[in-house]
C-alpha cells in the first residue's frame, strides 16, 4: 500500500544521492588542484581556476536569465561576502597546496560549527548550551588533528584554519545576500573572487607565470568541469530533499578526501586525525539534529 510519506522519502533519497556525488567532485576537485600545485605557481593556479569557473558560472547564468550585473551586486552583504569568500579560497587554496589533502579535508569541516557560533554572536539566534558545548567538543577535534605546542605541530596546518573560518564568514554573509541574486550569480562571483585572490597572491608572491603542459591543462579543465558539476549537484541536493534529511551526508566529503588522500599522494591517517574527525563529525550531527529538534535555523554551508 502506498503511504502519503512514500514521495517525500524518495525525494530525500534521490536529494541524498544527489549530495554524496557533489562530496565527491568537491573532493575530486582538491585533489586536482593539490595536484596542480606540483605544476604551477599557487597564484597562477588560482586565476586560471577561477576564470575558468567564472565563465562556466556565466554560461549558465545566461542560459537561465539571470544578469549578472546588477544593483544587489554592489549590497553591503555581498560586498562583505565577496571580501570573507577571497580570504577563504586564497587560504585553503594554500592548504591544499603545503598540507596534505586529508588534514585539509577534515579542517575544512569544521566551518558548519564556526558558522553557528558566529550565527548566535553577531545575529543572535537562539544557540543552546547543548549545541555550544557541541561546538567545543568540534574545535577540540580541530585542536586534536592540529597538535599545537608539540613536535607533530605544522604552522602550515593554520592555513586551513584560516581558509575554513573564511568559509564561515562567507557563509554567514550568504544569509544576508539579495534573494534577487541566483545560485549561478553567486556562483560567478565565488570564482571570480578566487581569481582576484590569484592576483593578490601573485603580486606577493612574485612567482613567474608558467606556461601550462598538456598535464597542468588536463588538472585544470578537470577541475573547473569537476567544480561546477559539484555545485550543481549540491544545489539539486538542497533543492530535492529536506535540508535536514541530505545536510548531514556532506561529511561523506571528508571520507572522499581522506581517501584520496591516502591513494594518489600516500597520506597517512593518523590517530590523532581520526580522533579530530570523529569528533568535528558528530559534533556537526548533533547541531543539526538538535537545531530541527529546537525549531531553530539550521545553517547550511556553500561548498
Request: with cysteine; hydrophobic share 60%; aromatic share 8%.
Amino acid at each position: 500500500m502506498t503511504t502519503i510519506s512514500e514521495p517525500g522519502h524518495r525525494r530525500n533519497l534521490v536529494g541524498a544521492l544527489w549530495m554524496i556525488a557533489a562530496m565527491a567532485a568537491f573532493a575530486v576537485e582538491d585533489a586536482l588542484v593539490k595536484a596542480m600545485a606540483g605544476l604551477l605557481p599557487v597564484g597562477q593556479i588560482l586565476i586560471l581556476f577561477g576564470l575558468g569557473g567564472a565563465l562556466a558560472f556565466a554560461l549558465i547564468a545566461a542560459r537561465q536569465g539571470q544578469a549578472l550585473i546588477a544593483p544587489d551586486v554592489l549590497s553591503p552583504a555581498m560586498r562583505i561576502r565577496m571580501i570573507f569568500e577571497i580570504t577563504g579560497r586564497l587560504f585553503y587554496v594554500l592548504a591544499l597546496a603545503m598540507i596534505p589533502l586529508s588534514t585539509a579535508t577534515v579542517i575544512l569541516q569544521a566551518t558548519p560549527l564556526i558558522v553557528v557560533a558566529f550565527a548566535a554572536i553577531i545575529l543572535g539566534e537562539r544557540v543552546g548550551w547543548r549545541r555550544w558545548v557541541a561546538i567545543a567538543l568540534g574545535l577540540a577535534g580541530v585542536l586534536i588533528i592540529l597538535r599545537p605546542g608539540t613536535d607533530g605541530f605544522s604552522a602550515l596546518s593554520l592555513l586551513a584554519v584560516i581558509g575554513m573560518l573564511g568559509f564561515a564568514g562567507r557563509d554567514l554573509a550568504s544569509r544576508a545576500a539579495p534573494q534577487s541574486l541566483g545560485t549561478a550569480v553567486l556562483g560567478f562571483y565565488g570564482f571570480l573572487a578566487l581569481t582576484i585572490a590569484g592576483l593578490l597572491f601573485s603580486v606577493w608572491q612574485a612567482a613567474p607565470f608558467v606556461i601550462p603542459d598538456a598535464r597542468a591543462t588536463g588538472l585544470l579543465a578537470g577541475a573547473v568541469l569537476v567544480g561546477v558539476a559539484a555545485y550543481s549537484c549540491l544545489m539539486k541536493a538542497m533543492r530535492t530533499g529536506d535540508v535536514s534529511a541530505v545536510t548531514p551526508f556532506r561529511y561523506t566529503r571528508l571520507l572522499f578526501g581522506a581517501g584520496l588522500g591516502v591513494i594518489l599522494f600516500g597520506e597517512a591517517l593518523t590517530p590523532g586525525l581520526l580522533a579530530g574527525s570523529g569528533l568535528i563529525v558528530l559534533s556537526g550531527l548533533f547541531i543539526l539534529w538538535r537545531g530541527q529538534k529546537t525549531g531553530t535555523a539550521v545553517l547550511t554551508p556553500q561548498p
